[in-house]
């Protein structure tokens, strides 16, 4: 399970903002850049003035890339914008919002650092798998527990209890080695679902 599995109610839910943006001539490509630059922004905030008071801000802004993320989509499928630089803005993006937004943490007290950047280093590490399952002829895998969505929810989740209770940084030493754990695990079930689905498309093809 993971909470990508919800995308559909959620698009339903942005499709009149879509329509909006594509009557307005707004293209995915600009939607995806916008989620990026504002990304490395709130990164930037939050770096440079490492203060969990000020944590609050990261939910409110996982929810608006999350919509983001959704809305540039729609628009390359449902409005004919696909392209290939679109999808090399997308998977790029990605990762390095995830980097710009969740690194900052390293800069608060109390706060285990080491597990952080392993989590960033599974973090690339877990799409990265997911992008080269289509490479061997697989589709671009999704899988949970914890992928992009499911981070957004942890880390904004985890933001806005240190906004309130900055004691909560010291939860990091348990919360931080649970999410790595959490990663390994995704980056398997990538892998064992990408194998499996090559071996169905082969079995099909040979009968």
Known sequence: ??????????????RPIVIHLHRRECTANQVTLTALFLSIFIGLLL?????????????????????????????AREHNQKSHLGAIYNELGDIIS??????????????????????????ILTEFIGILAQTIGASRRYDGPMGKSDRAFVFGVYGLVI?????????????FPIVAILLLITCYNRVVR???????IEQSQSK
């Open 194 to 200: 990408a194998l499996n689905e090559i071996r169905l």
């Open 47 to 75: 770096s440079l003035f490492p203060s969990p008071h000020l944590y609050w801000i990261l939910p409110i802004f996982l929810f608006i890339r999350m919509a983001l993320n959704a809305i540039d989509g729609m628009l």
């Open 163 to 175: 906004a309130i209770f900055p004691s909560a940084l010291d939860w990091s030493s348990y919360l």
């Open 1 to 14: 399970m993971t909470i990508y599995d919800l995308k559909p109610r959620f698009q339903n839910l942005l």
């Open 98 to 123: 995830d980097v710009a937004l969740y690194l900052p943490f390293c800069f608060l007290p109390h706060v285990n650092s080491i597990s952080l950047l392993l989590i960033l280093f599974l973090t």
